[in-house]
């Protein structure tokens, strides 16, 4: 879509002021019409001070892209080569309809240029052990993931722009960062869907190695897995160490969302996500 002429843009924010159910449903069906590039021009239009005005664009457009959404999670379930990180930016943009999804992924594609030029630095290279400290030390010492223990039900914690930001962030959502980094570089690392605490592995030769980026990277060994079941009180199941679908991850994250806004009673937006999660399921 052609940029919107400046004078256009200024007189859709004065359109916002009024207080009129059918000029608003207007704009709305206007704003459906317009990319992301667009909304964002407008809302730089709009004056940080007109906390009203800001307001009323930001209720529009949460309106638009959550309908949309439902579409989105739709078509991204049906089909069967549907990438990961799509899905996690999709979950993204519940919470931050503008987002600039070229801009986090271009800058995952510059962490793993990093990361694959200091592995050939290496005099191990294809040993898995200097493979994962290197990717460790990038990750969790220059760059300063880490997980947040000190509010992990932090809603924030579960989208990814956020996490980057901040460098904080739960179990799954530093596993995810970990897996597109290594990804972009074609190492096999893959998800493992231990309850309460997801983890990742490192498909090596002889036997997976398992990694816990909420804990900076740290390697744990079969046994800890099975520690960590115990403290759960749940019965070991070799399941536990199974690498989960796409779709599974997608749905372990929006299950984390929905637990965290029904125990603050944000119950509109968790309905929102629950609409999500029985889309993918019948998809």
């Known amino acids: 879509m052609e940029t919107l002429p400046k004078s256009e843009i200024k007189a859709i924010t004065k359109l916002l002021k009024v207080q009129d159910e059918a000029t608003l449903r207007l704009l709305e069906e206007q704003f459906k019409t317009f990319d992301i590039k667009t909304l964002k021009e407008i809302n730089t239009e709009i004056s940080p001070d007109d906390i009203e005005l800001q307001r009323n664009f930001l209720e529009l457009i949460f309106r638009i892209k959550r309908g949309r959404l439902k579409n989105d999670f739709s078509k991204w379930s049906k089909n069967p080569l ?6 996690v930016f999709l979950i993204a943009m519940f919470a931050n309809p503008l987002l600039d999804i070229d801009y986090y992924s271009k800058l995952l594609t510059t962490w793993a240029n990093s990361i694959s030029n200091n592995l050939k630095k290496i005099k191990l290279s294809t040993d898995p052990t200097s493979i994962i400290n290197e990717i460790n030390h990038f990750l969790f010492m220059e760059l300063g993931f880490k997980g947040n223990k000190d509010d992990f039900y932090d809603s924030e914690n579960s989208f990814i722009d956020k996490v980057i930001e901040k460098k904080l962030g739960n179990p799954i959502l530093l596993s995810m960062i970990y897996l597109f980094v290594t990804k972009r570089i074609g190492l096999s690392f893959t998800g493992v869907n231990m309850p309460a605490h997801f983890l990742i592995q490192y498909k090596d030769v002889f036997e997976p190695i398992f ?4 804990n900076q990277g740290e390697i744990i060994t079969k046994s800890v897995c099975q520690e960590r079941i115990k403290t759960l009180k749940l019965t070991w199941q070799e399941d536990y160490l199974s690498s989960p679908t ?6 372990r994250m929006l299950q984390n969302l929905i637990n965290i806004y029904h125990n603050k009673e944000e119950f509109q937006l968790k309905e929102h996500l629950e609409d999500y999660v029985n889309l993918i399921k019948r998809g």
């Open 246 to 251: 796409n779709k599974q991850i997608i749905v």
């Open 211 to 214: 990694i816990d980026p909420f």
């Open 82 to 87: 549907s990438d990961l990180e799509d899905g």
